[in-house]
């Protein structure tokens, strides 16, 4: 055993509690993992889920430290003796599982671990004189900054550590060591075998760290991505005429460093100003930025947030492209390549696909409704040159991306997506009529978000009872369409009292609406 340094004690009190009480129902208690690994790589700021070892009775132990400190406690693999211990008196709720060791002893449940940059434990003592165990040379390897299996079956019982293997070297910036990377190479096809939650819950950390264009393309290069996202797979060296410079998929991960860029911003965790994009963005859009991170930094399943699957969304708008593609030649000899309605066949298959990866319905709802709108910003732009867009153009956006309810989420993720595909199209950056593109992303936004804009209009001048009851209407399709021109109008500033509006159902009626 090595002498761990620095010594490390967890930042949060209430861990350090818990690691004193478990050490005095039972010893000893080891942290094990990538507490342990960060720690020695200094990243143990804002730490919020401990993995602790001890010798047996876990879930005995672990109940009596609960019930002594205050921790929420579940049985959480009663079979193997693991016990979770939840902590949700502060601001963020604190994790702790707690097991027993793999055959009752330290050697045989590290040499049962992923990597040895992970098979590395360290001894707690209430002195902080914690002892490091590295029986695999994890400290080397952490030197390196390489991962490397513990052992050549390691990696074959549990298929999802080709996956990991992939996303902590997104993560850590580390390279995968030789014997390692040949032996997911000639095992890649074996993910298919994982669980899907399993591979959901891998693909959403890779994808949610500060590298996922590079995660993506380091799953092609390692036989993963058409096992695991065929669809995204299909992307690559599928042509694409002017504007576009690239096939869909440098395409696709360019969208994802443009969406990744817009990500950080909104989460305050980077600057977006450095380039003349960005500060075109962050001029625009800057007004609105509370309301913006407000709708966007909300958990919509699972703690996973909105804001989030910008990148998602990147990665998925142009999916649909390999099966709409159609090939048009002029007499010159020169190849137009057309994607007519990708955005809706790409919208059911990232549904499709989410729905496999048991996402939940809402995030499925979401994700359809962005992808099938992702080209309207577009059109609107072109359609309005150099123009404003207008109220009516406005709230049908958000109509359409939302359906009649004409809700904001759908419409701002499917705006900030189009930030991130337009700049995707051209090689340069800035790329051409950018002021005027983000001017009108900013004018839509600001409808979505803006008191006057559908915070108005969701209170309806007149509704569907003084309708029925002034021009005597039976319930039905009719009076839906009457409000819903009312709504338009309203949102258009043709309207703008209960008179007017009565006296446009009126004309409308007259017209035999």
């Not at 002021?435 to 309806?460: C, F, K, N, S, W």
């Amino acid at each position: 055993m090595d002498l761990f340094a620095p010594k490390w004690t967890p930042a949060h009190p209430a861990f350090v509690s818990l690691l004193n009480a478990l050490s005095g129902e039972t010893d000893p208690v080891y942290v094990v993992g990538g507490v342990v690994r960060d720690a020695m790589l200094g990243r143990s700021a804002g730490l919020t889920d401990l993995d602790v070892l001890v010798t047996r009775a876990a879930n005995e132990a672990a109940r009596r430290a609960a019930d002594r400190l205050g921790w929420t406690y579940y049985a959480l693999d009663p079979e193997r003796d693991v016990a979770r211990l939840v902590f949700t008196a502060g601001k963020t709720p604190l994790v702790c599982d707690i097991a027993a060791m793999r055959g009752g002893e330290l050697t045989t449940d590290l040499q049962a671990r992923d990597f040895t940059v992970n098979a590395m434990a360290m001894r707690w003592r209430r002195d902080s004189a914690s002892e490091l165990v590295d029986l695999a040379g994890g400290q080397a390897d952490l030197d390196r900054r390489q991962l490397r299996r513990v052992t050549p079956w390691g990696l074959a019982e549990d298929p999802v550590r080709l996956l990991r293997a992939v996303r902590l070297a997104v993560q850590l910036e580390f390279t995968i060591e030789e014997e390692t990377l040949l032996q997911i190479l000639r095992i890649s096809g074996t993910i298919r075998l994982a669980s899907a939650e399993r591979v959901r819950d891998e693909l959403w950390k890779m994808l949610a760290s500060s590298r996922p264009e590079q995660a993506i393309d380091m799953l092609r290069t390692v036989n993963l991505l058409r096992p695991l996202l065929p669809e995204i797979a299909d992307l690559e060296g599928v042509a694409q005429t002017t504007p576009h410079d690239a096939d869909v998929y440098h395409h696709t991960l360019r969208t994802v460093r443009y969406a990744l860029q817009l990500r950080e911003w909104l989460k305050g965790d980077a600057a977006i100003e450095a380039s003349e994009a960005g500060a075109a963005i962050a001029t625009a859009l800057g007004p609105y930025l509370p309301r913006l991170r407000q709708l966007l930094l909300a958990t919509i399943a699972a703690e996973r947030r909105v804001v989030d699957w910008l990148v998602w969304f990147a990665l998925w708008h142009d999916v649909g492209k390999p099966s709409t593609r159609s090939t048009d030649q002029f007499a010159d000899g020169a190849l137009r390549y057309r994607f007519l309605r990708h955005e809706e066949v790409g919208a059911e298959m990232f549904a499709h696909r989410l729905d496999a990866l048991k996402f939940s319905r809402h995030e499925i709802a979401l994700a359809r409704n962005v992808i099938r709108g992702h080209m309207r910003p577009h059109l609107l732009h072109a359609s309005f040159g150099a123009e404003p867009i207008s109220r009516r153009a406005r709230y049908r956006f958000f109509r359409e991306s939302e359906g009649r309810a004409a809700e904001a989420q759908a419409g701002i993720d499917t705006l900030l997506l189009a930030l991130a595909d337009y700049q995707a199209i051209y090689a340069v950056s800035p790329p051409p009529a950018w002021q005027r593109y983000v001017a009108h992303i900013a004018e839509l936004v600001a409808y979505g978000v803006a008191p006057d804009g559908l915070e108005e209009v969701r209170t309806p001048l007149v509704d569907g009872h003084t309708l029925m009851a002034y021009f005597d209407l039976p319930p039905g399709r009719q009076v839906g369409a009457l409000l819903e021109q009312l709504r338009e109008a309203q949102a258009a500033g043709e309207i703008a009292t209960a008179e007017a509006g009565l006296a446009l159902a009126a004309e409308l009626l007259a017209r035999d609406v």
